[in-house]
């Protein structure tokens, strides 16, 4: 099993304390949760750097699905961000998925405060590839609505086994580097919220979650947005563009970017379907694009895949609003 594989079913034990006494869904907290991973460049300059973007969740019946969003990579410096996109996750590539149906019953009787070694097998889709993943995790039950798994100590991350040595390779020649470490350590804190009652019952989130996607996009773009949950959600969107100063990055700045005609930033060399496609950034139809980019505009350069939650998509217009100039 690779580095990755260990490191990622790691989250699975995030869940698997509540199922039986809980018979509800959980949802991954983004917010509250880190994986980081360390490289070393020159043998050594050593540095730490991690991805935002992570999704989850458990139904009641105990299946578990976990996203790393692979285009949130954050290494602090935006045009490596892009690079790493590019060269060695792959554009294709979005995302790090992992699967796995979970026996509870070792955990069921957990309370608050306790803590226990885990063992989870599951199936880590990764850059077209699939995975079995087997192993071990220490879990904590925080309260009996939320959990918490930790590495206990470094997960050490084989390039080579993933596929991404001709990437780490790549980034190489373009720094002019003699040297990029190809193993990485890996560490995470992952925390997951049992979904409330509340939250099940509200008509907005149940109207987005079961419409149909073009019913669902439409939603996205009546809905006002949260302005500081869309902040967030822009992180996804960082290493590629720039909405508070009119500079181009691998993609167009997003300065007053709704209502403005698609195709139409200076400077900017856009592929022939956008410069093309004589439409405006109205809400509806950065809501389309925002949630399927290909399926929207096809021929378009843009590398991301999506946004997969309608209130996502709702919520970056509104920050995006909000940052107008």
Same mark, same amino acid.
Not at 33 to 58: D, M
Not at 134 to 151: C, I, K, N, S, Y
Not at 201 to 206: C, E, M, N, Q
């Given at each position: 099993?690779? &580095?990755?594989?260990?490191?990622?079913?790691?989250?699975?034990?995030?869940?698997?304390?509540?199922?039986?006494?809980?018979?509800?869904?959980?949802?991954?907290?983004?917010?509250?949760?880190?994986?980081?991973?360390?490289?070393?460049?020159?043998?050594?300059?050593?540095?730490?750097?991690?991805?935002?973007?992570?999704?989850?969740? !458990?139904?009641?019946?105990? +299946? !578990?699905?976990? $996203?790393?969003?692979?285009?949130?990579? $954050?290494?602090?410096? *935006?045009?490596?961000?892009?690079?790493?996109?590019?060269? !060695?996750?792959?554009?294709?590539?979005?995302?790090?998925?992992?699967?796995?149906?979970?026996?509870?019953?070792?955990?069921?009787?957990?309370?608050? @405060?306790?803590?226990?070694?885990?063992?989870?097998?599951?199936?880590?889709?990764?850059?077209?590839?699939?995975?079995?993943?087997?192993?071990?995790?220490?879990?904590?039950?925080?309260?009996? @609505?939320?959990?918490?798994?930790?590495? *206990?100590?470094?997960?050490?991350?084989?390039?080579?086994?993933?596929?991404?040595?001709?990437?780490?390779?790549?980034?190489?020649?373009?720094?002019?580097?003699?040297?990029?470490?190809?193993?990485? /350590?890996?560490?995470?804190?992952?925390?997951? *919220?049992?979904?409330? &009652?509340?939250?099940?019952?509200?008509?907005? +989130?149940?109207?987005?979650?079961?419409?149909?996607?073009?019913?669902?996009?439409?939603?996205? #773009?009546? =809905?006002?947005?949260?302005?500081?949950?869309?902040?967030?959600?822009?992180?996804?969107?960082?290493?590629?563009?720039?909405?508070?100063?009119?500079?181009?990055?691998?993609?167009?700045?997003?300065?007053?970017?709704?209502?403005?005609?698609? @195709?139409?930033?200076?400077?900017?060399?856009?592929?022939? #379907?956008?410069?093309?496609?004589?439409? *405006?950034?109205?809400?509806?139809?950065? =809501?389309?694009?925002?949630? +399927? /980019?290909?399926?929207?505009? /096809?021929?378009?350069?843009?590398?991301?895949?999506?946004?997969?939650?309608?209130?996502?998509?709702?919520?970056?217009?509104?920050?995006?609003?909000?940052?107008?100039?």
């Amino acid at each position: 099993m690779t &580095g990755i594989a260990r490191a990622l079913a790691l989250t699975t034990a995030l869940v698997t304390v509540p199922l039986l006494a809980h018979a509800e869904s959980w949802t991954l907290s983004n917010d509250d949760s880190r994986v980081a991973f360390g490289s070393v460049k020159k043998n050594t300059v050593g540095e730490v750097h991690g991805f935002t973007g992570l999704s989850g969740s !458990v139904d009641a019946s105990g +299946k !578990v699905m976990v $996203e790393i969003d692979l285009t949130s990579v $954050e290494t602090n410096i *935006d045009i490596r961000n892009a690079r790493m996109v590019e060269h !060695v996750f792959g554009k294709d590539n979005p995302t790090a998925t992992l699967t796995a149906q979970l026996d509870a019953k070792a955990l069921g009787k957990m309370k608050p @405060g306790d803590t226990a070694s885990v063992d989870v097998e599951g199936t880590l889709a990764i850059a077209g590839k699939d995975v079995a993943v087997e192993t071990t995790m220490f879990v904590a039950r925080l309260t009996d @609505g939320r959990a918490m798994v930790t590495t *206990d100590g470094m997960i050490m991350l084989s390039m080579a086994d993933l596929g991404f040595t001709g990437g780490i390779d790549k980034l190489m020649e373009i720094a002019k580097l003699p040297g990029i470490t190809q193993v990485s /350590p890996v560490t995470m804190r992952l925390i997951f *919220d049992r979904d409330t &009652g509340e939250a099940k019952a509200s008509g907005a +989130k149940k109207a987005v979650e079961e419409a149909p996607k073009e019913e669902a996009v439409k939603v996205a #773009a009546a =809905s006002t947005g949260d302005v500081k949950k869309g902040k967030k959600v822009f992180k996804k969107c960082k290493a590629c563009h720039v909405v508070n100063k009119e500079k181009n990055r691998v993609g167009p700045h997003l300065v007053n970017i709704v209502g403005r005609t698609a @195709g139409s930033v200076e400077g900017f060399k856009y592929s022939k #379907a956008m410069a093309g496609a004589g439409l *405006d950034w109205t809400v509806e139809n950065l =809501s389309a694009y925002l949630a +399927k /980019p290909k399926d929207f505009l /096809p021929g378009n350069k843009m590398a991301f895949a999506g946004l997969r939650k309608e209130s996502q998509i709702a919520d970056v217009i509104a920050y995006l609003e909000s940052e107008a100039k």
